[in-house]
């Protein structure tokens, strides 16, 4: 299945893109090692992750398409 | 209900005035309570924040918005309405970032709502902030959680 | 510091609108929390309420007022300034008749210094309220103590 | 002494009048006394007193020129 995984904050910044397009993607792990291979600086931060703009907190079955944000702590308001 | 949250830069004097100018004449409300949050110039070591610049997850920021108004006007039955604005983008020192407006029948709830909302904003809000100080270097800050 | 208090009719717009210009470019606040109270057209038994006629002790009340900005100012050092302002005279349902404004270097200290005033203003300063409704009767009316 | 009496709210409309002065006021007894026979439908109301803008817990001691305000539970804000 076809992936869209956004990165935000800090975490857009070591990446040094905003957004990266995942094909072929068979599970939630297999997804979050391959960002681990393609973005291993990402691992000395803080994230959450979202799933079509819901935060998860556990691995989420994914379906084709699923819209995937890797988040630090929140600075709003 | 239906107004975007994020505004591209600063909160104006204008839009902020507009928004309180929508609520005048309406007969059944009894009070305001807003808070305008705004940028300081605070000193880092010898450095000043010059700007912060805000981004953001939109469609994130659009649904936990409209959650945060669904929240606070089922557990406040006497608020009326509810805006909250949050700027994306530059943001200099002096400007205003936030702008939270809830009307309710009675003072006491739009104040309570109010308040509970600017939490539920800097709780849940995918927002992100980076500071940019006069020598232009910038450094990325996160909510202290008091 | 050295506004008064009492306005003769509403807080219209455009004081508001000129209070909250006066703030923007302070490059030291972080947030400003304001309070708007408006007249509601109350219904009693088979009356509405038209508008609201305010009287006042008036050097009570500018006297009242100091000493509130003085508590304000002094258990939250964060607290930079503080706008109170309140009607006087007759108010029409819709308008505005009561007016707080506080700035913080600090959002929190904004929002709960100006929930206390809005209480201590309520508790402490000399005015009366007579309710003038549709068919030009009136009746008095007393803060409750919720 | 002369003593200058303002009457707000409800009790300004039940005593037709706004303020009184008194003249010969010998103490805050004597003045209470004299606002009782003026005006004897006040008695019906709750007030509280102040003295020169301060309300008072207890009677006073006068001096000539003080202002005193019979003033209903307030109602502002």
């Known amino acids: 299945m076809e992936i869209q995984v956004l990165f935000f904050g800090v975490l857009a910044e070591v990446t040094q893109t905003a957004f990266k397009h995942y094909k072929g993607v068979t599970s939630f792990a297999d997804l979050k090692m391959r960002i681990g291979d393609d973005f291993p600086e990402i691992a000395h931060y803080n994230f959450r992750i979202a799933v079509n703009n819901e935060l998860i907190n556990e691995d989420p079955v994914l379906k084709n398409g699923d819209e995937i944000a890797y988040m630090p702590p929140f600075a709003g308001g | ?146």
Not at chain 2, 66 to 81: A, F, M, P, T
Request: aromatic content about 6%; hydrophobic content about 40%.
């Open chain 2, 1 to 146: 209900m239906s107004q975007k949250t994020l505004i591209n830069g600063p909160i104006t004097q204008e839009m902020i005035s507009s928004c309180l100018a929508a609520l005048a004449g309406n007969t059944d409300s009894g009070g305001h309570s807003v808070f305008i949050g705004q940028v300081r110039a605070d000193v880092k070591g010898a450095k000043r924040v010059k700007a912060i610049e805000y981004s953001a997850y939109e469609n994130m920021v659009e649904a936990e918005a409209g959650k945060i108004k669904g929240l606070i006007l089922s557990e406040y039955n006497d608020v009326q309405s509810m805006d909250i604005l949050h700027s994306r983008g530059v943001v200099m020192a002096g400007e205003a970032s936030l702008f939270v407006l809830v009307s309710a029948g009675h003072r006491r709830h739009a104040i309570d709502a109010c308040s509970k909302a600017i939490e539920m904003i800097k709780a849940s809000l995918p927002v992100w902030k980076k500071e940019i100080f006069e020598d232009s270097s910038t450094g990325w800050k996160e909510n202290s959680l008091a």
